[in-house]
C-alpha cells in the first residue's frame, strides 16, 4: 500500500526574510538584499556581492525558536534546528507528541558544505591543523541530529550532500519514506552559510555575477550566492487528518538522475534533466499536460539556463509555451544546498496560495526560452507544480506537488 504525503509546516529562515509569513512577503515581491564583500581575494572581476542573513534579525530568530543549551551549537545546526522548531510550530505539533511514535518520525535534510565554514576559521587560528584535527572540526552531523532530539525523532535521521540539489533530494528521500509506511512524519529541508571556499571555487570558474542574477536574461553571466534554510513537515495524509492539520500541499512523485558527465559541467544534451522530470511524471502516475508551472533551478549562468530551457522544450514539445514557469534565485541568490528548500517551500506556499513567485531581474528575454516565464507576481491557482534541482557532479532531482483540496484519503 502506496501513503499519500503532504506538507503540514514550513520554516524558514532567507535573505528575503525570517520566518514563512516574510518570506511569501517578500519574494513575491521580489524584494533582494545582497551584501557588498571586501577584499577580493578570489579576483576582483567576480568578487562583490553575497546573500548574507541579516545579523540582528538571524540573532532574533533563534533567540526565539533554541533553548539556551542549543545556541552553543554549530552555525548551520542553530538556523537549521530554529527553522524547524519554526515548522513543527506552524504544522500544530505539540514539544511531545502523542499522535506518532517517535520510532514513526524521521529527519532528512540536505546541505551542500555543512559546517565548512568551521573549518576555514580553525584553520585561520591554526594552519598547521593536521586532517584529522580539521575534519573533526566539522560537525556536519549534527546539524539532522540536532533536529532528531529536539522534535523526538528516533527513525531514520539523514543528512544528504548532492551539492545543489540536496533540498530535493532530502525532500524525495522523505517522501519516499513516508509513502511506503516505514514512517509516518519526516523533517525535511536544506542548509548552507557563507563559505569562503565555496565562494572562491565559484570565483575560479567564473560562474559569479558581475552585477545582478538574472535568470533566463539573453545577457546573465552568473549567479550570487546565499546563505538560507528552509524546513518542512512531511505527514501520512491519515495523520495529518487526524489532527485536523493544515494543508499546503500533497507530494505526489519525485525523480532523479545523475548526468555521469563531469564533476562541474553540465551535460549540453540536458538528457539527464529530462530523464529526472519524465521519472517524476512516472512516479506520480500524471500526464505531462498536468503540470501548470515550474519552480525552475535557473541559477542565471548561461550552461546552467540553457540545458533547463532546452529539457523544458523536449519534455513539454508544443505544449511547452502553456507552462507558467519562474525562478527565484534572482531575489534569493543561489543558497546551494537549501536552495531547493527554499524553493520547496514557495511551491507549497504556491499552492496553498495561488499565487505564483516572479521571476526577477529579466530585461531581455533569451530566444530559447519556449515556456512562459512568469515575472512578476500571478494569481495563477496552479493544480501540479514541479520544483527542479540540478547540482554539481550531475545530480539532478524533481519533486512534484499537487494542490490539496480536501478529498478523503482513497
Not at 504525503?5 to 516574510?22: L, Q
Not at 526565539?64 to 515548522?87: I, N, S
Not at 499565487?355 to 530559447?368: F, G, I, R, T
Request: net charge negative.
Amino acid at each position: 500500500m502506496k501513503h499519500r504525503v503532504v506538507i503540514t509546516g514550513i520554516g524558514v529562515a532567507s535573505v528575503s526574510g525570517f520566518g514563512k509569513d516574510a518570506f511569501f512577503r517578500n519574494v513575491w515581491k521580489g524584494e533582494s538584499h545582497m551584501t557588498p564583500l571586501q577584499g577580493g581575494i578570489y579576483g576582483e572581476e567576480f568578487q562583490g556581492q553575497y546573500g548574507l542573513l541579516d545579523a540582528a534579525e538571524l540573532a532574533a530568530y533563534e533567540a526565539r525558536y533554541l533553548t539556551p543549551q542549543e545556541k552553543d551549537y554549530a552555525p548551520c545546526c542553530r538556523l537549521t534546528l530554529a527553522a524547524a522548531v519554526e515548522a513543527a510550530e506552524d504544522a500544530g505539533l505539540p514539544e511531545t507528541s502523542a499522535d506518532v511514535s517517535p520510532l514513526a518520525c524521521g529527519v532528512s535534510l540536505g546541505t551542500t558544505h555543512g559546517e565548512l565554514h568551521c573549518l576555514e576559521q580553525l584553520l585561520k587560528e591554526h594552519p598547521d591543523l593536521s586532517m584529522e584535527e580539521a575534519m573533526a572540526a566539522m560537525p556536519h552531523g549534527e546539524i539532522a541530529a540536532a533536529i532528531a532530539r529536539r522534535l523526538h525523532c528516533s527513525g531514520d535521521v539523514l543528512l544528504h550532500t548532492d551539492a545543489c540539489a540536496s533540498g530535493n533530494i532530502a525532500a524525495a528521500h522523505a517522501f519516499q519514506m513516508i509513502r511506503s509506511g516505514r514512517l509516518k512524519r519526516v523533517i525535511t529541508g536544506g542548509v548552507d552559510l557563507y563559505s569562503m571556499i565555496s565562494e572562491g571555487t565559484f570565483s575560479i570558474l567564473r560562474a559569479l555575477a558581475k552585477e545582478k542574477l538574472r535568470p533566463f536574461d539573453r545577457d546573465r553571466n552568473g549567479i550570487i550566492l546565499s546563505e538560507g534554510a528552509a524546513v518542512l513537515v512531511l505527514e501520512e495524509l491519515e495523520t495529518a487528518l487526524a489532527r485536523k492539520a493544515h494543508i499546503y500541499g500533497e507530494i505526489i512523485g519525485q525523480g532523479q538522475s545523475s548526468d555521469a558527465y563531469h564533476m562541474a559541467a553540465m551535460d549540453p544534451e540536458a538528457t539527464g534533466i529530462l530523464a529526472a522530470m519524465e521519472r517524476a511524471a512516472n512516479d506520480a502516475h500524471i500526464a505531462r499536460d498536468a503540470i501548470d508551472y515550474i519552480c525552475l533551478h535557473g541559477t542565471g549562468t548561461v550552461t546552467n539556463d540553457t540545458c533547463e530551457m532546452k529539457a523544458v522544450s523536449e519534455f513539454f514539445g508544443e505544449d511547452a509555451s502553456r507552462i507558467s514557469a519562474s525562478s527565484i534565485k534572482g531575489t534569493l541568490g543561489h543558497a546551494l544546498g537549501a536552495a531547493a528548500a527554499l524553493e520547496l517551500a514557495a511551491c507549497a506556499i504556491t499552492l496553498d496560495t495561488g499565487v505564483v513567485p516572479p521571476n526577477c531581474n529579466v530585461q531581455n528575454l533569451d530566444e530559447h526560452c519556449t515556456f512562459r516565464l512568469v515575472t512578476q507576481p500571478e494569481k495563477l491557482e496552479p493544480e501540479v507544480v514541479l520544483n527542479s534541482a540540478y547540482a554539481f557532479g550531475g545530480s539532478n532531482s524533481c519533486v512534484l506537488l499537487k494542490k490539496w483540496r480536501g478529498e478523503a484519503p482513497a
